[in-house]
């Protein structure tokens, strides 16, 4: 996918006219500007094969058609291809799967789907969508991620047609069970897997991931897929790397849905501290009534932002004052919050309400926000450096200009965006994403799992799901079946590691560390890794929730 297309202009809107002014007054300049101009939704009719619930509830609810790329990809999935749906956001991607989801299940009751997000807390944001989806039918769904417990996990398998799951959970427990009745089951009457925010699967996290994909498709009968995201680099390549399949693309080329007209901004800060500049022009943006995200770089910077934003102290370093708040006086009062990992879902989702419907000005956040969650009424996204990737870049634009008039900034008071013009900048392409299906020691811990997978499915286990991995994946996986070899040090270490548990033992992702809870007076406020406890909550540090 390339760069959405980009064309100066003069036109001029309320939103820019009010963002310029607050830039003014707060004395930082535009440098470069641009405007990325709007285009009309291209509406197309609903394919003939959907089954008439589903049509008459589509219809109720897009009485003009749906968009052209929309109704493109459901006719795809109506004769059962395997599709990567890249348009861009807020294009209507869900609307795809979930209808897409719901023909199968529907016209059988015995079908199970598998919607898997790369995160527990997007998986969590998700949820209301396909409840609302299914409200009317018989049909249920259910998260299963790390936070359920192990008692209930089969349960939920056994009453729920759709489970959302983060692959972590695929790979450690459902993919380690199959030797059990229910889990068997499951895997045998999953009829669709959905694979959201495809491009976050990158580096080892992507690389397990695809061997994963390869292992699910070989433990039972074969399952239609759909692949989503706005922002892979190499779509083609990278998707079938990464699945072992060859998708049918419904790509950029086929979008019909309305894009709103967005400003850009590349601006300049007057001279002083730059905490005091970024802190004076969020808590400018507030006033004027412009509902913004501003992304920060990391989980502390977005604290401390906005907690100078809210005690209206504008300041280099925080102070110590007896400025104390519980969160429920925080999310009703208008302003700036926070918004990163690690909070609780019930505050997450809190914040995203206020937001969206003004109670709170602006958000603060990190690249938490930068995935999935629709929060309709964004007026602005101020970029507080440069974002890491391309991907990232317009994920994060992508907040705004959704449902009406848009503008981003970009901060320049650390050089972030090099020396080109803004026009250079937003057309670099969208990077590649990187696997390595040949690292070795990647390779064989998952050939340990699928020694494990083989022989808890018996005759229904289908190696020629594997057929596209290495010969050296195969010879490995063909001597562990029957029943081990002589091995290199560094392999043999790896199967002693595993012992009899190698899902347990490996995770999917790199360095992944044990998870601690955030106790405040008996009540959970969030949660943290053990590298973030060494760096932010040894004794005698301040950790900052909610601003």
Not at 108 to 120: C, E, G, I, N, T
Not at 210 to 220: E, F, V
Not at 299 to 309: D, F, G, V
Request: aromatic share 6%.
């Amino acid at each position: 996918m390339t760069a959405p297309s980009t064309s100066v202009s003069s036109t001029s809107f309320s939103l820019l006219n009010r963002v310029d002014l607050v830039l003014r007054d707060e004395d930082w300049t535009a440098s470069d500007s641009l405007v990325r101009p709007a285009h009309a939704a291209v509406s197309a009719a609903l394919p003939a094969g959907l089954l008439p619930t589903l049509k008459q509830r589509l219809s109720d609810s897009y009485p003009q058609g749906i968009y052209r790329h929309q109704a493109l990809a459901l006719d795809h999935i109506l004769t059962g291809v395997d599709i990567a749906l890249t348009t861009p956001t807020a294009s209507g991607k869900s609307l795809v799967f979930i209808t897409g989801a719901l023909q199968i299940l529907l016209a059988d009751p015995l079908a199970k789907v598998v919607a898997l997000y790369p995160m527990k807390a997007l998986g969590n944001d998700q949820l209301a969508k396909w409840k609302s989806a299914m409200e009317s039918s018989a049909l249920n769904v259910a998260v299963l991620d790390g936070d359920v417990k192990v008692k209930d996990r089969e349960r939920l398998l056994q009453e729920n047609q759709v489970l959302i799951m983060t692959p972590d959970v695929l790979h450690t427990w459902l993919m380690a069970n199959l030797h059990s009745p229910v889990v068997r089951h499951f895997r045998e009457q999953m009829k669709m897997v959905i694979l959201d925010e495809a491009h976050v699967y990158d580096g080892v996290f992507g690389t397990s991931t695809a061997y994963l994909m390869r292992r699910l498709d070989a433990c039972g009968p074969h399952f239609q897929l759909i692949a989503s995201s706005a922002t892979i680099g190499q779509v083609d390549t990278f998707l079938t790397h990464l699945t072992g399949r060859n998708l049918t693309i419904v790509g950029a080329d086929t979008d019909g849905s309305p894009r709103h007209e967005v400003a850009w901004r590349s601006i300049t800060p007057p001279r002083g501290n730059a905490f005091n500049n970024r802190v004076e022009l969020l808590m400018g943006l507030a006033e004027a009534g412009i509902r913004f995200i501003a992304f920060a770089d990391s989980r502390k910077s977005a604290e401390l932002l906005a907690s100078a934003t809210r005690r209206g102290a504008v300041a280099a370093e925080p102070v110590d004052d007896e400025f104390i708040a519980e969160a429920e006086e925080l999310l009703s009062a208008p302003g700036i919050l926070p918004y990163r990992s690690g909070i609780e879902a019930k505050d997450r989702q809190r914040i995203e309400a206020a937001l969206a419907s003004g109670e709170l000005r602006g958000v603060i956040a990190t690249s938490a926000l930068e995935l999935g969650v629709d929060i309709p009424g964004i007026h602005c996204v101020v970029l507080m450096g440069s974002p890491p990737t391309q991907k990232s870049l317009w994920q994060r634009a992508g907040r705004t200009g959704r449902h009406g008039e848009g503008c981003v900034m970009l901060m320049q008071d650390a050089g972030s965006f090099g020396r080109g013009s803004l026009t250079d900048y937003l057309a670099r392409p969208i990077e590649a994403n990187h696997l390595s299906l040949e690292n070795r020691s990647l390779e064989f811990a998952h050939v340990l799992c699928a020694t494990v997978e083989a022989e808890a499915c018996g005759v229904a286990w289908n190696a020629s799901a594997l057929s596209g991995l290495s010969p050296r994946f195969h010879s490995l996986l063909e001597m562990e079946r029957a029943g081990g070899q002589v091995l290199e040090q560094e392999l043999w270490d790896l199967k002693s590691k595993a012992g009899g548990s190698p899902h347990r033992t490996f995770s999917l992702r790199s360095g992944k560390e044990t998870n601690f809870e955030i106790i405040l007076r008996n009540d959970r406020i969030g949660s943290i890794s053990f590298p973030q406890v060494m760096r932010e909550t040894y004794p005698g540090a301040i950790y900052y929730h909610l601003a």
